[in-house]
C-alpha cells in the first residue's frame, strides 16, 4: 500500500484530480490525507475538499483499528463543520479518540453522536473535550447509554463551554438525578438554547427540578419531554414555571399521560405567559373539558401560534367541531 500511496504522490496534478473524480468523500478525507504532504497540498486545491463542509459516515460499524482515522480526521480538519457519525457503534473508547480531536478542532460545529453504545465514561470524555472546544455548537447524543453519572459530567462542562447551543440527551436512561444536575448546572448558562431530554422516564421528581431551572434560565428556548413520564402532577410544575417564564419558545410534553387536570394547569399559565409560540400536547390523556380549557385559554393569548392536541382522549367528530366552533378566528392555530 505504501508504494501505490507513493506513486499517486508522484503523479501530475491534473491525474491526481481525475482519480480523485472517481473516489468518495470519506475515502478521501480518511485514507488519502495525511499520506504524504504533496498529496495533502493537491487535495487541499481540489475543488471538492474545498466545499466539503458536511460529512455523513452514519452506520459504519467502525471497528477499534479504524478509530484512530477518525482521530486524524477530526485533528487535522479545517473545512468539515458538520459530521454524522450516528449509528456506528464506537462505544467510549471510540469517544476517547475524538474527545481528544475536538479539544484542538477549531472548525466543527454539529457533531452526531445518536446510538453510539457511549456510557458515563465516555460522558467524561466529551465533556473533558467540551471545556476546551469553542466552536462546538450542537451535539446530538440520543440513543446511548450516559444516565445520570454521565449527565453530571457533561453539565460541568457546560459551567465552562461558551459555544454549545444545542444538546440532545434523548433517550439515555436518565433519572431525577441527572434532572438535577442539569438544572443546578444550566441555572446562569447563557449559551444554550435548545435541550432535547424526552424519553428519560424522569418522572414527578425530575419535572419538579425543570420546573426551577425554567424559573431562573434565561437562554432555553426549546425544551422537548416527549414520553418523560411527567404525569398530571409533574405538567403542574412545569405550567407554574411558564407563568413567569419570559424565554422559552417551543415546549413539546407529547406522550407523557396528561389528562384534563394537566390541561386545565396549562390552560391557566397558557392566559398570563407571553412568550410560548408552540406547544405539543399529542398522546395524551386529555378529554373535552381539558381541551375545552386550552381553547379558551387561546381568547387570552395572542402569542402562541401552534397548540397540538392531535390523538387526545376524544373520538368524537361532533365533540371537535363544538371545540373548534369555539375557536373562532383562532382555529388554524390550533391541531386536532
Given at each position: 500500500m505504501t508504494a501505490i500511496y507513493a506513486s499517486l504522490g508522484s503523479l501530475p496534478i491534473?491525474?491526481?484530480?481525475?482519480?480523485?473524480?472517481?473516489?468518495?468523500?470519506?475515502?478521501?478525507?480518511?485514507?488519502?490525507?495525511n499520506v504524504c504532504s504533496r498529496l495533502n497540498l493537491i487535495?487541499?486545491?481540489?475543488?471538492?475538499?474545498?466545499?466539503?463542509?458536511?460529512?455523513?459516515?452514519?452506520?459504519?460499524?467502525?471497528?477499534t483499528q479504524g478509530l484512530p482515522c477518525l482521530y486524524n480526521l477530526l485533528l487535522n480538519n479545517t473545512i468539515l463543520v458538520t459530521l454524522d457519525l450516528s449509528y456506528n457503534r464506537i462505544g467510549d473508547e471510540g469517544t476517547w479518540f475524538l474527545a481528544n480531536a475536538l479539544k484542538n478542532n477549531k472548525v466543527l460545529i454539529s457533531l452526531n453522536l445518536a446510538k453510539n453504545d457511549i456510557g458515563f465514561n465516555g460522558a467524561q470524555y466529551l465533556a473533558d473535550a467540551l471545556r476546551e472546544n469553542t466552536t462546538l455548537g450542537a451535539i446530538v447524543l440520543e440513543f446511548n447509554n450516559i444516565g445520570s453519572q454521565g449527565t453530571e459530567y457533561l453539565v460541568h462542562a457546560l459551567n465552562h463551554n461558551r459555544s454549545l447551543n444545542i444538546l440532545n440527551l434523548r433517550q439515555n436512561k436518565i433519572s431525577a438525578d441527572g434532572v438535577k444536575y442539569l438544572s443546578q448546572a444550566l441555572q446562569n448558562n447563557e449559551t444554550l438554547m435548545t435541550l432535547?431530554?424526552?424519553?428519560?422516564?424522569?418522572?414527578?421528581?425530575?419535572?419538579?427540578?425543570?420546573?426551577d431551572l425554567l424559573k431562573t434560565n434565561t437562554a432555553i428556548t426549546e425544551l422537548m419531554l416527549e414520553g418523560d413520564g411527567l404525569g398530571d402532577r409533574g405538567t403542574?410544575?412545569?405550567?407554574?414555571?411558564?407563568?413567569?417564564?419570559?424565554?422559552?419558545?417551543a415546549l413539546n410534553l407529547q406522550e407523557n399521560?396528561?389528562?384534563?387536570?394537566?390541561?386545565?394547569?396549562?390552560?391557566?399559565?397558557?392566559?398570563?405567559?407571553?412568550?410560548?409560540?408552540?406547544?405539543?400536547?399529542?398522546?395524551?390523556?386529555?378529554?373535552?373539558p381539558g381541551l375545552l380549557n386550552l381553547v379558551n385559554a387561546l381568547k387570552y393569548n395572542t402569542t402562541l401560534m401552534i397548540l397540538n392536541l392531535q390523538s387526545n382522549s376524544i373520538d368524537d367528530d361532533q365533540v371537535v367541531r363544538q371545540l373548534?366552533?369555539?375557536l373562532g378566528k383562532d382555529a388554524n392555530r390550533v391541531f386536532w
Amino acid at each position: 500500500m505504501t508504494a501505490i500511496y507513493a506513486s499517486l504522490g508522484s503523479l501530475p496534478i491534473e491525474l491526481v484530480y481525475r482519480i480523485l473524480d472517481n473516489l468518495d468523500d470519506l475515502t478521501i478525507v480518511m485514507s488519502l490525507r495525511n499520506v504524504c504532504s504533496r498529496l495533502n497540498l493537491i487535495i487541499d486545491t481540489y475543488h471538492r475538499y474545498q466545499t466539503l463542509t458536511m460529512l455523513n459516515i452514519a452506520n459504519l460499524r467502525w471497528k477499534t483499528q479504524g478509530l484512530p482515522c477518525l482521530y486524524n480526521l477530526l485533528l487535522n480538519n479545517t473545512i468539515l463543520v458538520t459530521l454524522d457519525l450516528s449509528y456506528n457503534r464506537i462505544g467510549d473508547e471510540g469517544t476517547w479518540f475524538l474527545a481528544n480531536a475536538l479539544k484542538n478542532n477549531k472548525v466543527l460545529i454539529s457533531l452526531n453522536l445518536a446510538k453510539n453504545d457511549i456510557g458515563f465514561n465516555g460522558a467524561q470524555y466529551l465533556a473533558d473535550a467540551l471545556r476546551e472546544n469553542t466552536t462546538l455548537g450542537a451535539i446530538v447524543l440520543e440513543f446511548n447509554n450516559i444516565g445520570s453519572q454521565g449527565t453530571e459530567y457533561l453539565v460541568h462542562a457546560l459551567n465552562h463551554n461558551r459555544s454549545l447551543n444545542i444538546l440532545n440527551l434523548r433517550q439515555n436512561k436518565i433519572s431525577a438525578d441527572g434532572v438535577k444536575y442539569l438544572s443546578q448546572a444550566l441555572q446562569n448558562n447563557e449559551t444554550l438554547m435548545t435541550l432535547y431530554f424526552g424519553g428519560n422516564k424522569i418522572g414527578l421528581l425530575g419535572a419538579q427540578f425543570l420546573a426551577d431551572l425554567l424559573k431562573t434560565n434565561t437562554a432555553i428556548t426549546e425544551l422537548m419531554l416527549e414520553g418523560d413520564g411527567l404525569g398530571d402532577r409533574g405538567t403542574q410544575y412545569l405550567a407554574n414555571a411558564l407563568e413567569n417564564n419570559n424565554t422559552l419558545i417551543a415546549l413539546n410534553l407529547q406522550e407523557n399521560g396528561v389528562s384534563d387536570e394537566g390541561a386545565h394547569c396549562l390552560a391557566n399559565a397558557l392566559k398570563i405567559n407571553a412568550k410560548l409560540e408552540v406547544l405539543n400536547l399529542s398522546r395524551n390523556k386529555i378529554r373535552f373539558p381539558g381541551l375545552l380549557n386550552l381553547v379558551n385559554a387561546l381568547k387570552y393569548n395572542t402569542t402562541l401560534m401552534i397548540l397540538n392536541l392531535q390523538s387526545n382522549s376524544i373520538d368524537d367528530d361532533q365533540v371537535v367541531r363544538q371545540l373548534a366552533n369555539n375557536l373562532g378566528k383562532d382555529a388554524n392555530r390550533v391541531f386536532w
